[in-house]
């Protein structure tokens, strides 16, 4: 008896979420805009005070140096065509706006009262991005990834390192040290990806 193998999905929301990505650094590239795009495609804690409070999810589709959007879109389209298939259209889509706006949304709250800066501006989606590689861990803890694309680790080990890097990474900037990292950002996301796994993900995995 002959059984087809099922044909993966066609992926939506990675491809679409890069365009929109896509689109937005093109609109940082024209000096005119860049007042308005930095009044309501960046968050911080004083934005939110102001009442930006749709900052927190147009920031993450927003990128102003294009290493930034070449790295952030390579990951996305790795993990997350991976995740899309895993998670489901929507399931996906609901998981990545939801850890977009947890992670600018712990952004603001480390910059604010950790770091003490609440200006600090962020933008990008590695908030997001975080969230999936956590989950894309807690499902695939065994699957190789590479840590800063050079060095070969199972995949739990290598979003736990993420993990204390961006631990480190916040307490070095609330000393006044540093890069200018949203580590809040990461962390918030990866939080999201722990919580999704553990109250949604595991149960029906289970059954």
């Not at 929301?13 to 940082?28: G, K, M, Q, R």
């Not at 007042?35 to 309501?40: C, G, I, K, L, Q």
């Not at 749709?54 to 991976?82: D, E, K, Q, R």
């Not at 977009?100 to 003490?116: D, E, K, N, R, T």
């Amino acid at each position: 008896m002959y059984f087809e193998t099922p044909r993966p999905k066609r992926l939506v929301f990675v491809p679409l979420f890069i365009l929109i990505n896509v689109a937005v650094f093109i609109a940082w590239s024209q000096k005119a805009y860049v007042p308005f795009m930095v009044e309501h495609f960046t968050v911080s804690w004083e934005l939110l005070e102001y009442g930006h409070y749709i900052n927190l999810i147009t920031s993450v589709f927003s990128h102003n140096f294009l290493i930034h959007i070449a790295l952030n879109m390579f990951v996305l389209h790795s993990f997350g065509s991976i995740m899309e298939q895993v998670l489901g259209r929507w399931r996906f889509f609901s998981f990545y706006i939801v850890a977009g706006i947890v992670s600018s949304l712990s952004h603001c709250l480390i910059s604010a009262f950790v770091v003490h800066k609440p200006e600090m501006l962020a933008v990008g989606a590695s908030g997001s991005i975080s969230g999936l590689v956590l989950l894309f861990s807690l499902i695939f803890p065994k699957e190789k990834i590479l840590l800063f694309g050079l060095i070969p680790l199972p995949a739990m080990f290598g979003a736990l390192a993420f993990i204390g890097l961006d631990v480190w990474g916040v307490f070095a900037q609330a000393n006044g040290g540093g890069l200018p990292i949203g580590h809040g950002a990461h962390l918030g996301g990866a939080l999201t990806g722990i919580i999704y796994y553990f109250l949604v993900l595991r149960p029906r995995l289970k059954r």
